[in-house]
């Protein structure tokens, strides 16, 4: 799995390394991992979630107090509604395939029963 260092995300999310220490102390749930030396290394989920923060708090000027709270609540609340989305989507996909599996099968007992016994030469149109 990469890790990105503070250095890196400072680029990618042109954020400042100050406030990405800031927002660290500030906020419980950013936990970058550190390496034997000391250095902060943040995951994808990790870079994921302080891009969220900085849109909520930066773009959309909410503060960051502010932000933490509505990540705090889309991280605990909204993630299940998602979830049960997906689930209702994915059950959804698979009564399609289970659907479409009977309708493949009846199509071949058809064309099998309407077709006993003739070859594809007798209905080509050329006998």
Same mark, same amino acid.
């Given at each position: ?7 890196? @995300? ?47 708090? @930066? ?16 991280? @605990? ?11 209702? @989507? ?38």
């Amino acid at each position: 799995m990469p890790y990105l260092s503070i250095g890196q @995300l400072e680029k990618l999310l042109l954020v400042p390394a100050s406030t990405l220490r800031f927002w660290e102390k500030s906020v419980p749930f950013l936990t970058p991992m550190r390496t034997k030396s000391g250095r902060r290394t943040y995951s994808l989920s990790e870079v994921a979630l302080i891009a969220r923060l900085k849109h909520l708090a @930066l773009d959309r000027k909410l503060g960051l107090h502010r932000a933490q709270r509505l990540l705090e609540f889309e991280l @605990l609340y909204e993630d299940q509604d998602y979830r049960a989305d997906i689930k209702a @989507l994915r059950d959804g996909i698979l009564f399609l395939m289970q659907e479409n599996e009977h309708w493949q099968q009846a199509y071949r007992d058809f064309k099998k029963e309407l077709f006993d016994g003739a070859t594809d030469q007798t209905f080509d149109g050329f006998h």
